[in-house]
């Protein structure tokens, strides 16, 4: 190696400070003013993201609530009204949403984490949904109804011809009414243990039991037609 490439480049001296004077108070003002817009920017950004964030977090907990509305009121019969909002609750939400969006994000969060729970309270919670009484009993009276109806038609089968209308008296006198305690008995032996009271739609019950007798007049009146046409 030369001389030369043996020797140490020397490091070139930091420039110093400037003297105080109006230059000086120039840069000094230049510097604070950029560490002024760095932080505005920062500021900027963080407040943009919050609110991209709040919005997103809006769309999903609507999304959540209206689902959550729609299983309520169809499958649990709540009233729609019993959902909205008390004056109290949009009180809460107006002044949280006026800390600005970073408050508004941390409320919608804790939002959603509520809509977590509420989901897992209606789905492994939730009560088997009921049937209307109406509904419900006919499954109780229809059988005996339709029990009503074979034997009619067996009787009538069976029976003379002569004594038809005896047994069709004594038939559409008893059984009907027979039918429908049946039921009703019934009704009260299975849903006894309803705190609300059970409800055993009397009327739906004895429509039920009368219709086999009107069938059967009908089919013995259109029977005893059309032998006599013949």
């Known amino acids: 190696m030369t ?16 003297a105080p004077g109006p230059w000086a108070d120039y840069l000094a003002a230049a510097q604070r003013l950029d560490a002024v817009r760095r932080a505005a920017s920062a500021a900027s950004a963080d407040h943009q993201a919050a609110v ?10 609507r999304a959540r609530l209206a689902a959550q509305e729609s299983r309520l009121t169809h ?14 609750d949009l009180e809460v939400a107006t002044q949280t949403a006026a800390g600005g969006p970073k408050a508004a994000l941390s409320a919608l969060q804790q939002a959603r984490r509520t809509a977590d729970a509420g989901d ?5 919670a939730a009560p088997t949904r009921r049937w209307r009484p109406w509904a419900r009993n006919l499954l109780i009276y229809g059988p005996f109804a339709a029990v009503v109806l074979i034997v009619q038609i067996a009787l009538y089968l069976v029976a003379d011809p ?19 305690g049946l039921g009703w008995f019934t009704i009260g ?11 055993r739609t009397p009327i739906i019950g004895a429509i039920a039991c009368l219709v086999p007798v009107l069938l059967t007049c009908m089919g013995v009146g259109l029977a005893s037609f059309f032998h006599s046409g013949g």
């Not at 001389?3 to 400037?18: F, G, S």
């Not at 897992?120 to 492994?124: G, Q, Y």
């Not at 005896?166 to 009414?177: F, Q, S």
Request: with cysteine; charged share 15%.
């Open 3 to 18: 001389d030369q490439q043996q020797t140490t480049t020397p490091i070139p001296a930091q420039p110093a400070p400037p």
């Open 52 to 61: 991209a964030s709040a919005r997103q977090e809006l769309s999903a907990v």
């Open 75 to 88: 499958e649990q019969a709540v009233p729609v009204l019993e959902l909205r909002p008390q004056p109290a």
């Open 120 to 124: 897992a309270l209606l789905t492994e």
């Open 162 to 180: 002569g004594s038809v209308p005896t047994y069709a008296l004594l038939c559409g006198l008893t059984m009907p009414v027979i039918a429908f």
């Open 189 to 199: 032996f299975v849903y006894g243990g309803d705190p609300e009271g059970v409800d």
